[in-house]
């Protein structure tokens, strides 16, 4: 017998002298303890199958040291003998102090952590049966990738959403309401209710009114776009929390407000284009003479993501599934866009070398 295993035939032999005293009988199945597949030669785990008769009831089960539960869900040893302790997440199967968990459980607590990632917390979930698991889980991607809802007030960003569809980019945003000015959406903002986000577009800020517009609709976040304002009337609408940007301003600009003011982050449609040349990012970082170093860390963070994004393109070329890839690739160049933006406000305030593309 492989010495690996042999303390596991000496759990299943006390289970089954268990077994017997309460009139049951159990039996063990040897060619479940040959390596499959996926295993390596270390054996990373080993795999038990048990057969259980108690009445009519009948269980087949794979069983994962806590070590490989670890291992293949993320969750840490410690947290998982934390989570029995505190919820009677219990294992399987006891020998001793070695946890064995079922094939069952590995699925149940890979949901778990999926969840968790997502900022659920654990005591909310632990009650919840593996259908109601995968029901939250579904519900949650649907809510990440739905488009905002929103509403549009101005009549320069109607003109905007309107050059935007003829470039046939996938809208990233669900525009259900229009009105040319405020005084409009004043006159008739029935349509309004089921907003998520309303953007407003004023030649000049005043907090007075972009308050009125707050009341009437006080389920939808307000984004709002000006020309003109004063720093006494800026201030108090940042401080309401509301997200404000300079007009003009690009239609990417306005998505991205829009998604995270409704809480949701953007689906990108494409990839986005480099604002900066690597010579550019270069010159930025030799050049910068700020204390903090945020340029050059912002460099540093660009060059990253630029770098990465084609290694995720190269990946697609060789996955069962080069979509995913692609989509990793998209993201990620959407990610270091955002970067760039921030870098390209620190250019033009401490008037760096280079300029965007």
Not at 105 to 111: C, M, N, W
Not at 159 to 169: H, I, P, T, W
Not at 172 to 178: C, E, I, M
Not at 190 to 207: C, F, R
């Amino acid at each position: 017998m492989c010495c690996r295993h042999a303390s596991l035939f000496s759990a299943l032999d006390r289970r089954r002298a268990d077994l017997r005293s309460a009139g049951s009988r159990a039996s063990c199945t040897p060619a479940g303890l040959a390596p499959q597949p996926g295993q390596t030669a270390q054996g990373l785990y080993t795999s038990v199958r048990i057969l259980y008769w108690a009445g009519a009831v009948e269980a087949d089960d794979d069983l994962y040291r806590i070590g490989t539960i670890a291992n293949l869900t993320g969750i840490a040893v410690e947290r998982l003998r934390a989570w029995e302790r505190r919820y009677g997440l219990e294992p399987a199967h006891k020998a001793g102090k070695t946890r064995f968990y079922s094939k069952a459980q590995l699925d149940r607590l890979q949901l778990i952590k999926r969840l968790i990632d997502q900022g659920h917390p654990i005591s909310t979930l632990v009650e919840l049966d593996d259908q109601a698991l995968v029901e939250r889980l579904n519900t949650q991607r649907q809510s990440r990738l739905q488009p905002a809802v929103a509403g549009l007030i101005g009549a320069n960003l109607l003109v905007l959403e309107q050059r935007q569809a003829e470039d046939g980019r996938a809208p990233r945003l669900d525009v259900r309401g229009r009105w040319p000015n405020v005084d409009a959406f004043f006159e008739d903002s029935a349509d309004a209710g089921d907003l998520e986000v309303l953007v407003l577009q004023l030649p000049v800020l005043l907090h007075d009114q972009v308050e009125r517009v707050a009341r009437l609709v006080p389920d939808a976040r307000l984004v709002v776009l000006y020309q003109f304002t004063t720093p006494k009337h800026l201030g108090s609408v940042e401080a309401a929390g509301i997200p404000t940007l300079q007009w003009p301003a690009a239609w990417q600009e306005i998505e991205h407000a829009c998604a995270t003011a409704a809480g949701m982050p953007l689906r990108a449609a494409r990839s986005a284009a480099r604002r900066f040349t690597d010579d550019e990012l270069v010159a930025i970082a030799a050049s910068a003479e700020d204390p903090s170093r945020c340029p050059a860390h912002l460099v540093e963070l660009i060059s990253s993501l630029n770098a990465f994004s084609e290694y995720a393109l190269s990946c697609a070329g060789e996955a069962a599934d080069p979509g995913l890839y692609e989509r990793v690739h998209t993201d990620t160049t959407q990610a270091r866009a955002q970067l760039e933006l921030a870098l390209e406000a620190l250019v033009d305030a401490e008037m760096l070398l280079a300029t965007p593309n």
